[in-house]
């Protein structure tokens, strides 16, 4: 999400500092910033913006010393500016530190803080770190980091550096990368590989609740117990662009395996620790702010209104308020019967999509209330909406949208929950079971993610095929969907989804011999619908490869190939099922030779209309 760096060592630190995050830029960003002792005190400089801001900022006068650390920063808590950039520092100006990923309880802590006297200058969740520090301070700059680590909850990678124990850098990580660079009289630390790999190909990898103490000749790792760790060297033989990527073919890939981390991130805090609601900090509506809602209109484009159908579902289903679903080129130019009593919801994972900003400028124009779900802190949309839900997916580089995907059915099921809870339409046992499998998600992500190989071959084996199928019901029509645009916009292989039930209504004429016809299995009040459609396709010779739940020996009987996914909830489903459709695409892509991460006559943030 973030890019860290840091150096200690003989060398004058600016100079790597500034190019270490360069080679981090692909991560995208909205500041950036360096902070390093000069012998006396520590020089921080920080702004807004690309870091080719940051490097004019200091053309003139770069701060000089041999000790320091670097960040680009993409928001989370606080819009982009300079003073919410990284790196912070407490009131004194003596501790600062760099952050990746999500302090949990900082609002808590921050007003602790606060009450004690501190003085706070950003609206960042980092901040309360640096005047932790200065706050446990009592001589040791190590034991004052260990204590920071036992009041603060939520996923991060750190790196400390303070004025009064100037010859080291402390690190740690707990969800978030972190690596040291192992250099001759001087070590490096970064979040990601390409940052250091023009200076060093030895490394240390650290692992959740691992602690670095980082000097210009060692590097002791120890846990949070302060017990050594003895730490493999990992040898990096990548090249540079594919550091970038973590050593994937593609980013596409990556990002769909990094999805368990961005769906943990999303859920970040946002889930009551009695797993009896969901918290929104962001909202804080009351039984007041949702009881004159009649009815929701969810608009978006692309992979986003897909995410807003399934979100139709969670919110009728659960909140038991009407939904309309509108692709947002077309919502503003039917007349919309929105009003006072609707909210309108867009859903955009730049926040920059021009048909969805101008449907939300048309929906306020009509008086409604409106929600924006979007990826990306202070774009347009998350500035003229009435409210906003971030998705913590971090930045998406390949075209195909997959983690900002995910974590759009997250944040709709998250918010369908809240809704739920303050309309009452829910019995807490359901939703703690719900908010349960929440939790279990990234886990079960990951569980996925491992049983890719029979996915290659179905890929190898269909890639060639001209035209393929998608069929569902109820919630798996929302997700074939989703899976049809993957595999045509960046394998270029005619996709349709339909609705099983329709099959009968003209598209069973288009089903022949050979044809691939993917078969989405999952929901139990539709399954036995959903097995007599299969058997349809079947008649007619198609080759039917089925999406089912994990156990499942009827589906097995019905279809030629089978992929499974981990047992939950049927409304968490979706997103489980939604990603061997992803890896599917992916490998028939790759199968073609297709240019996976930029598909011909695609962009990735479409601003005009």
Not at 116 to 134: I, Q, R, W
Not at 488 to 509: P, Q, R, V
Not at 571 to 589: D, G, M
Request: proline share 3%; with cysteine; glycine share 8%.
């Amino acid at each position: 999400m973030c890019g860290i760096v840091g150096y200690i060592g003989p060398k004058q630190a600016t100079s790597f500092l500034i190019e270490g995050l360069s080679k981090l830029e692909y991560r995208g960003y909205d500041s950036a910033g360096i902070a390093v002792y000069d012998g006396n005190k520590i020089d921080v400089e920080k702004s807004v913006g690309r870091l080719s801001m940051l490097q004019k900022k200091i053309e003139h006068q770069q701060p000089e010393g041999h000790i320091g650390i670097g960040h680009t920063r993409w928001a989370t808590h606080g819009r982009p500016s300079d003073v919410n950039s990284h790196p912070h520092t407490d009131c004194t100006g003596k501790f600062v530190v760099v952050h990746n990923g999500i302090i949990e309880n900082y609002l808590e802590l921050k007003e602790k803080l606060i009450a004690k006297g501190h003085t706070f200058t950003s609206e960042t969740d980092t901040e309360v770190v640096a005047h932790l520090l200065e706050d446990v301070y009592e001589g040791d700059f190590e034991a004052a980091v260990k204590k920071v680590l036992t009041m603060i909850e939520g996923s991060y990678a750190l790196v400390f550096m303070s004025e009064y124990d100037p010859d080291k850098l402390i690190c740690t990580k707990q969800d978030n990368p972190m690596v040291i660079g192992l250099g001759e009289g001087e070590n490096y630390i970064a979040s990601d590989i390409p940052a250091i790999i023009n200076y060093t190909r030895r490394t240390y990898i650290l692992s959740d609740g691992e602690m670095a103490i980082v000097t210009r000749d060692s590097v002791w790792v120890q846990n949070r117990q302060g017990m050594p760790v003895t730490k493999k060297v990992f040898e990096v033989y990548w090249d540079a662009q594919a550091a970038e990527k973590g050593g994937y073919e593609h980013f596409m890939i990556k990002e769909i395996y990094e999805q368990p981390k961005a769906l943990r991130d999303t859920t970040s805090g946002r889930l009551a620790k009695d797993d009896k609601g969901i918290v929104f900090d962001e909202l804080k509506w009351t039984k007041d702010d949702v009881s004159p809602i009649k009815k929701i209109v969810i608009t978006a484009c692309g992979t986003a209104y897909h995410a807003g159908i399934v979100g139709k579902y969670y919110l009728e289903q659960l909140a038991r308020i009407p939904v309309e679903v509108d692709v947002a080129s077309e919502f503003r130019y039917r007349s919309p019967l929105v009003d006072e009593s609707t909210l309108a919801i867009v859903i955009s994972q730049s926040g920059e999509t021009l048909d969805t900003l101008a449907a939300l400028k048309e929906a306020k124009r009509l008086g409604a209330r409106t929600l924006a779900i979007t990826n990306v802190v202070g774009s347009s949309i998350a500035r003229e909406a009435d409210n906003v839900i971030y998705t913590w997916a971090g930045p998406e580089i390949a075209v195909a949208s997959t983690k900002a995907y995910t974590t759009q059915l997250v944040a709709m099921l998250m918010l369908s929950l809240y809704m739920a809870g303050l309309r009452e339409t829910l019995p807490e046992s359901r939703m703690q079971d719900l908010i349960k499998g929440l939790r279990n998600l990234p886990a079960q992500t990951h569980e996925v993610l491992e049983e890719v190989e029979p996915i290659k071959t179905f890929a190898q084996q269909y890639g060639f095929n001209e035209d393929v199928f998608f069929i569902g019901r109820s919630l798996d029509y929302a997700v074939a969907l989703e899976g049809s645009l993957k595999l045509k916009e960046i394998s270029y292989i005619h996709a349709e989804a339909y609705a099983a039930g329709e099959l009968k209504h003209g598209t069973l004429a288009l089903i022949i011999e050979g044809v691939p016809v993917i078969a989405l299995a999952t929901q139990h009040d539709v399954y036995e619908k959903m097995l007599s459609n299969i058997k349809e396709v079947k008649a007619r010779d198609a080759v039917v490869i089925g999406i089912g739940l994990k156990g499942d020996e009827q589906l097995v009987k019905y279809v030629d190939h089978t992929i499974f996914i981990p047992h939950t909830d049927k409304y968490l489903t979706p997103i489980l099922t939604v990603v061997p459709l992803q890896l599917l695409s992916y490998y028939a892509a790759v199968t073609r030779g297709c240019d996976v991460d930029k598909p011909r006559n695609l962009a990735k943030s479409v601003t005009v209309e």
